[in-house]
């Protein structure tokens, strides 16, 4: 099974410059744990805000997050992978990189995600068959 088999194509994404709160307001509204952080130039890498990087970074201001935006704390760039991998080798990535998601691009551009809940929900479906 390939990468493209088993990625999500409906990814949400936020502006580098938008607030910690517009993020976490986008990210319960949306019902995701991740957001994909924009680009600002064609030739830019794509970043990643989770809910552990604002945990994160909550901590680390004592919980005074007024003045941060998202490219304060992003992990840019984000690690990609390519829609024509085997998933194994996604999985393997996750693992490597201590990640639960991956960004899937073709081109500089963004395709879809695909993280570690998407790949264990696979394995389910396989078992129960």
């Known amino acids: 099974m390939l990468v493209k088999d088993m990625m999500r194509t409906d990814v949400s994404t936020i502006s580098p410059f938008a ?27 794509y970043g990643i805000i989770t809910y552990t990087s604002i945990l994160k970074a909550v901590y680390a201001e004592d919980g005074d997050i007024e003045l941060l935006n998202v490219y304060d704390i992003a992990v840019k760039p984000a690690i990609t992978i390519s ?47």
């Not at 607030?19 to 890498?45: F, G, N, T, W, Y």
């Not at 201590?98 to 394995?123: A, C, F, P, W, Y």
């Open 19 to 45: 607030s910690i709160k517009e993020a976490l307001k986008k990210m319960r509204d949306q019902e995701v744990k991740a957001l994909v952080v924009d680009k600002q130039h064609p030739h830019d890498a």
């Open 83 to 129: 829609a024509d991998v085997e998933i194994k080798y996604a999985a393997r990535m996750m693992v490597n990189f201590n990640i639960k998601r991956l960004l899937v691009v073709e081109n500089n551009q963004l395709k879809g995600i695909i993280s570690m809940t998407d790949i264990i929900e696979s394995l389910f479906k396989e078992i129960g068959e």
